[in-house]
């Protein structure tokens, strides 16, 4: 009986052993369950082919200012303001009535002048008139052969044609008004609007990275398509036509630093017109092996450079400070920072920070891509 005191203190012993025994092994699994399971993308190389998008106005592909080249009263106006005109075709009438009379004056000259010098012809064989007054009637007559073209020039400019085909806007002149020759004032303006050219503006210190990029072998060229510019409209949409390249200006702007580039457009329905503010997407060349981020996996840190969070080999996250020169789409294009097969992390950035121990997953579908679809 002196045994029994034993036997309660054997039972705490075992209790508290298992209880101590318990806790060391949620204490072990305790680390295994707080370890964040993040999504990753594994990055490849991929040839992408590269554009710049850049800002312009459109600019008609012909205009002419119709202008009076002599003097008078306005007749007739013989067109429709917004219509389109044919080269030649005539718009006013000025009165003619002084003209036709300097013609007839200029004419009645000329015959007078050509009868003179054909008796003075006949007569200086005979010596009845020197040579010297048969030369002079001879000039008087040119002089009044070239009166005469001079009056049938300006009695045709009487008739105002128009220099070139195009859409004619809004006349300055009503019949009645005075004109003269020289005047400031355009009677009236016709612009050719197909096709129609767009002046974009590019900076030459772009352009230069670009031309050292094609020079370096960064870049390939785009080859026969280098030529072709897609256009978006103000309002996002896009023009159903594409452009060429036309030329780019050999002088860099002072104020701005940048050059221009034109492209031709063709615009068979009118629905570009000079001045609108246009988009134009040039083709810059072509990537081989470049390495694209999903957007969503690269952030800005505090001073606004571009970073991403990688799953290293022993599944640590390691912040990496990138060089990115332009977003395509959904992804950004790096230059350096990152390379292929690096696991870029793109799902759970929010329980993660530099030096986290990750249990990493492949995600179940590019970001990028999927937005891309969603879109």
Known sequence: ???????????????????????????AAAPAAQVPQVGV???????V??????????????????????????LK????????????????????????????SAQASVEQYRSLTGRYRQLIDEQAVSRQ?????RAQQMQAEAT???????????????????????????????VSNGQATALATIQQLDPIYVDVTQSYTDMLKLRRALENGQLQKAGANAAKVNLK??????????????????????????????????????????GMFVHATLPAGIAQEAIMAPQVGVSRDLKGNPTAMVVTADNKVEQRPLKASRTIGN??????????????????????KPGAQVNPHEAKANPADASAKSE
């Open 1 to 27: 009986m002196q045994f029994k005191p034993a036997v309660p203190a054997l039972v705490s012993a075992i209790a508290l052993a298992t209880l101590l025994s318990g806790c060391n092994k949620e204490q």
């Open 41 to 47: 993308v594994t990055l490849q190389p991929k040839t």
């Open 49 to 74: 082919s590269l554009s710049n998008e850049l800002p312009g106005r459109t600019s008609a592909f012909r205009a002419a200012e119709v202008r009076p080249q002599v003097d008078g009263i306005i």
């Open 77 to 104: 106006r013989l067109f429709t303001e917004g219509s389109e005109i044919k080269a030649g075709q005539q718009l006013y009438q000025i009165d003619p009535s002084t003209y036709e009379a300097a013609l007839s």
């Open 133 to 137: 007054e048969y030369d002079t009637a």
């Open 148 to 178: 005469v073209k001079n009056a049938q020039i300006n009695l045709r400019y009487t008739k105002v044609l128009a220099p070139i085909s195009g859409r004619i806007g809004r006349s300055a002149v009503t019949e009645g008004a005075l």
């Open 233 to 274: 409209l103000e309002d996002g949409s896009k023009y159903p036509l594409d452009g060429t390249l036309e030329f780019s200006e050999v002088s860099v702007d002072e104020t701005t630093g940048s050059v221009t580039l034109r492209a031709k457009f063709p615009n068979p329905d009118h629905l570009l017109l000079p």
């Open 331 to 352: 992804e950004v294009l790096v230059e350096s920072g990152l390379k292929a097969g690096d696991k870029i992390i793109v799902e759970g950035l929010q329980y993660v």
